[in-house]
């Protein structure tokens, strides 16, 4: 089956500086690749996904990159605010097979004043 | 759009009782549902993925005999800890999806499960 790895396991940043999330797979077949915000106690709530077709895909602050190649892809937050300080987990899907996530051990960021 | 539902948000009950936690897509069919189990600190991990109509597919390692899933309508999913102990203590959450390509799948605000 799919297996995610994903580091750092926790990231402390300045207010104002980017944060870099990074991920490897290890199954070929997947081909979406989510990347979710969760706070304490609370749901997991999607940020920005990517798919197996796409190189880069950026949304405000926030942008995912993918090299099928090497089978990884990373999260960049630029301009990181308190507010951005959760637990970042990625995941792998392959949309063929049900879409089942299988998501990385997540990073805990913390952005500091 | 795509609201899921999951009830309740906390159980508290004592070692043997069997909970049940309900996951519900209120604006859209889901023909498909995921449980997930997250631990302190830790993942979320696949505990079984249920198709409406059909028995659900469990991940390996998780006992089907103990988690029991339904999945009777295209709105409603549910997951029943039975004879729960303190080890099955957790965070428990559903995602729903239509099963179309390229929809993600939806999250409930997951069900914490204290059993004493």
């Known amino acids: 089956g799919e297996n995610v790895e994903q580091h750092p396991s926790t990231l402390s940043v300045q207010e104002g500086d980017s944060a870099v999330i990074k991920c490897t797979y290890s199954?070929?077949?997947?081909?979406?690749f989510p990347w979710y915000k969760q706070e304490l106690g609370k749901r997991p709530q999607l940020i920005i996904d990517i798919r197996s077709n796409v190189g880069e895909k950026k949304d405000q602050r926030i942008a995912v990159t993918l090299n099928k190649t090497a089978k990884h892809f990373s999260l960049h937050i630029t301009e990181t605010q308190p507010e951005d300080s959760a637990v970042y987990f990625c995941?792998?899907?392959?949309?063929?097979?049900?879409?089942?996530?299988?998501f990385g051990t997540g990073t805990r960021l913390q952005v500091t004043l | 759009g795509a609201v899921v539902s999951q009830h309740p948000s906390r159980v508290i009950c004592k070692s043997g009782t069997s909970v049940k936690i309900e996951c519900r897509s209120l604006?859209?069919?889901?023909?498909?549902m995921f449980w997930y189990r997250q631990f302190p600190k830790q993942s979320l991990m696949l505990m079984a993925t249920s198709n409406e109509g059909s028995k659900a597919t469990y991940e390996q390692g998780v006992e089907k005999d103990k988690f029991l899933i339904n999945h009777a309508s295209l709105t409603l999913s549910t997951l029943t800890v039975t004879s729960a102990h303190p080890e099955d203590s957790s965070f428990y959450i559903c995602s729903a999806s239509t099963g179309q390509i390229n929809q993600p799948q939806h999250f409930g605000d997951g069900t914490r499960l204290s059993i004493l």
């Open positions: 604006d859209f069919q889901a023909t498909t």
């Open positions: 199954d070929s077949a997947s081909n979406y």
């Open positions: 995941a792998a899907a392959n949309t063929g097979t049900a879409s089942k996530l299988t």
